[in-house]
């Protein structure tokens, strides 16, 4: 399973291109895809109208939508956080400790564009997707 970040899905439903949305693109029939119930809500409060976001809701329920929620969660996104700032690297928001903390347990792949995830790959071992 791939989980696919808001930072990716952004860009592509603006149809930026990067090697992130060429891989999506390209993937979205062959590979399993999700998002976390997170996701959805960075990606929805981006647009600007309800109509706007009702349609892009229906394209991601096309997709796996996992739910974050949880004290288990909470305590592991903590635990990491603390033990990357204890290695002298800070995670800027608290909403990726989550998701890749999410990744880490269930041992899914993340696609992402988003800096904060380089130090969950190099220090923990989060499987990440580099097209």
Known sequence: MVIVDTTVWVDYLNG??????????????RQRLGLLDLMVSEVLQGLSTDRDAARVLRHLRRFEIFETGGTELAVDAARHYRLLRARGRTVRKTIDCLIASFCLRERHSLLHCDRDFDVFEELLGLPVVHP
């Open 16 to 29: 930026v291109a990067t090697p992130e949305t060429d891989w999506l693109d390209a993937q979205m029939a």
